[in-house]
């Protein structure tokens, strides 16, 4: 149930003749109240009287004797039990809005009938339906969860805090993708009012948790990246040209998104694809160990990688230079140090 507005609850309350002796605690918890036709101290709930429910229950029991007085004196029951027609137990349930589908037996015995609103078969009895007036469970059920359903105003309201106007009537089913627009960007979405109403952003696009493949790719143009394949995905390798330099690289769009680079080639740190390479393979006698790397040639000895590991205590057992740094074993020329 959405949230009530206090004022609008105790009016509620007063107009059921019951006056609130505390603040509103919520719509299911019990409301300290005084019945203001006997004097009675009471704990209706909310909901309850919003559903058309009595708040004051000695009240009630007066009622319902009333009404079962009223049927003797009207002589639409007796005592006895016996003395009641079929023609007259007809009418009455007739009255109730249910239809019998077999013969009268008595009184207080269940009657199989059916509900002429709804249609559904059940079994009440004639006592039953006149000391209560209960004539149809599911009737009864429907009519409760209509008096606590939204009104179209508070649904509306959950809508607009998400950040999108509904375009559509809403049927009552929570996780049900309703179509919207959202505020901000002005597309069009579909998000259910549970959505809307427990993460406060009703719109995919401006959450951040959906990305349009054409802004994506746009994006991508407008920082120097053309793709080559469909938009994978935030965080997914995807196939680019870099625009600059030509190469072919595999960056994510949540990288690039978050400022991060694209292409090794052109960055100033790690290992580049067009610069004078080598390849080499070290060994350490006291770690008993073998080392394989790759590394670009370096113009001051303190940057180069083997020069490093050199000074860790590493061997060189030998090493293997290329023009650049892409992959081509024909073009292999070893060289010793």
Not at 74 to 83: E, F, I, L, V, W
Not at 107 to 118: N, Q
Not at 136 to 161: H, I, M, N
Not at 300 to 329: Q, Y
Request: aromatic fraction near 8%; charge should be positive; hydrophobic fraction near 30%.
């Amino acid at each position: 149930m959405a949230v009530v507005d206090p004022k609008e609850a105790e009016a509620l309350m007063l107009k059921a003749k019951l006056k609130p002796k505390e603040p509103y605690k919520g719509a299911t918890a019990k409301w300290k109240c005084e019945c203001l036709q006997c004097g009675e101290t009471v704990f209706p709930q909310y909901s309850m009287v919003k559903s058309g429910q009595g708040g004051c229950r000695p009240c009630g029991y007066k009622k319902v004797s009333k009404k079962m007085k009223q049927a003797h004196a009207a002589g639409k029951m007796n005592h006895k039990r016996t003395k009641i027609t079929e023609k007259h137990a007809l009418k009455l349930i007739r009255e109730h809005g249910r239809i019998p589908l077999e013969p009268f037996i008595a009184v207080s015995k269940p009657w199989l009938s059916k509900c002429a609103k709804c249609k559904t078969v059940s079994s009440p009895s004639l006592a039953r339906l006149i000391y209560k007036g209960t004539a149809c469970a599911v009737c009864g059920r429907e009519k409760s969860s209509d008096a606590k359903k939204l009104s179209e105003a508070e649904v509306q309201d959950t809508f607009r805090r998400a950040g999108v106007e509904l375009l559509v009537k809403y049927q009552y089913k929570n996780d049900e993708p309703l179509k919207c627009r959202c505020l901000r960007c002005k597309r069009i979405v579909t998000p259910s009012y549970a959505n809307a109403r427990k993460h406060k952003e009703g719109c995919k696009y401006c959450g951040g948790t959906f990305v349009d493949p054409l802004e994506a790719k746009e994006f991508m143009i407008r920082l120097g990246y053309m793709p080559k394949v469909k938009y994978p995905g935030t965080d997914l390798p995807w196939k680019v040209q870099h625009i600059k330099c030509g190469t072919i690289c595999f960056p994510t769009y949540g990288t690039i998104k978050r400022g991060g680079g694209g292409c090794r080639n052109c960055a100033e740190w790690g290992f580049s694809y067009d610069k004078p390479s080598y390849l080499y393979l070290i060994t350490h006698e006291k770690f008993n160990a073998h080392k394989v790397g790759i590394a670009n040639i370096a113009k001051l000895k303190k940057t180069d990688r083997v020069h490093r590991h050199k000074n860790d205590g590493w061997l060189v057992h030998k090493i293997w230079e290329f023009k650049d740094g892409k992959l081509d074993p024909g073009r292999m020329a070893p060289s010793g140090v």
